[in-house]
């Protein structure tokens, strides 16, 4: 699974569907309990994400969402910086039978996400 996130202290994340024409797979603001549980979210967030996926290349779950966002990476950047946004790339990866996907990112995403400024985080899971 693939996501792209986007985070910050105050903003509407009913402005970013809004400014890019996309609807995300959730949103959550700032102070909001989580679940059940005595937790409440230290920050907003608008999500978009892929299912999970069997694949052996991260790549072909993250240029999914490259295809969604890049005809708006010029309003992604001003929201970031008018609202003081972070970007994140986040991948969740389950391995099964010993069997991982290959873990490289390729240099469309890379030059992508140095122009939003956006990091990437890998986690594992075997299974």
């Known amino acids: 699974m693939a996501e792209f996130i986007i985070t910050g202290d105050h903003f509407e994340p009913k402005l970013i569907t809004e400014q890019i024409g996309i609807e995300p797979s ?9 679940d059940d549980r005595d937790l409440y979210r230290k920050e907003t967030c608008w999500f978009l994400e892929t299912d999970y996926q069997e694949s052996f290349d991260v790549n072909q779950q993250l ?5 969604l966002l890049e005809p708006n990476i010029e309003k992604l950047k001003t929201l970031r910086i ?5 970007f994140l790339f986040s991948f ?11 873990i490289s990112i390729e ?14 985080d890998f986690d594992l899971y075997i299974l």
């Open 63 to 67: 240029n999914y969402l490259l295809n």
């Open 107 to 120: 240099q469309k995403a890379i030059s992508i996400a140095y122009d939003l400024k956006a990091e990437f």
């Open 92 to 102: 969740s990866i389950r391995v099964m039978n010993n069997e991982s996907p290959a």
């Open 82 to 86: 008018k609202h003081n946004l972070n």
């Open 26 to 34: 959730g949103t959550y603001i700032k102070g909001e309990k989580v």
